[in-house]
């Protein structure tokens, strides 16, 4: 088990702790996030060779990498991470499950829209502001989702 040590975030005169889990997840999901962006990414440049919906998503990629910047800045997530100890990293059956590249996009979007999703929850506990500017990525991301899942559709051998 993880020690739940806190961190004290010191902002406007207030003192907020932070546990050491809260941390955990906020870093899992921001790997998570970019991770699953960067494959989608991939996707829309190298199969579907959509400039625009790849441009995209690397903006949504490099908008997570600013919040990513924002909270580094005030947190150690190396400190925190527990990577040996985490029950997660395993590979799940649905992870093997993939057919096409269809539905190697599909597993990824929805890994980015679930991480983004926790993401918003949990960045709630550091900075309002954070997870305010969370959500406005989250709902750019379903448009680009929306338009990708259209392109998909119109090219049935992926």
């Known amino acids: 088990m993880v020690k739940a040590i806190s961190y004290i975030l010191k902002e406007k005169g207030k003192n907020r702790a932070v546990s050491r889990t809260v941390l955990r997840i906020i870093d899992a999901n921001l790997n998570r996030s970019s991770e699953g962006l960067r494959v989608c990414e991939d996707i829309a440049r190298f199969v579907m060779r959509d400039r625009g919906l790849q441009g995209g998503l ?62 918003e929850e949990f960045t709630k506990l550091i900075d309002n502001r954070i997870s305010e500017d969370v959500k406005k990525i989250r709902f750019r991301y379903y448009d680009a989702e929306k338009r990708a899942f259209k392109k998909i559709e119109a090219m049935r051998d992926l």
């Not at 910047?69 to 649905?94: L, M, P």
């Open 58 to 119: 690397k903006n949504i990629r490099h908008s997570i990498k600013r919040i990513n910047q924002r909270i580094y800045s005030k947190f150690d997530f190396v400190e925190a991470r527990a990577v040996d100890k985490d029950e997660g990293k395993g590979t799940n059956e649905s992870d093997l499950e993939r057919m096409s590249i269809g539905d190697v996009f599909k597993a990824n979007s929805q890994r980015v829209k679930e991480a983004l999703r926790s993401l």
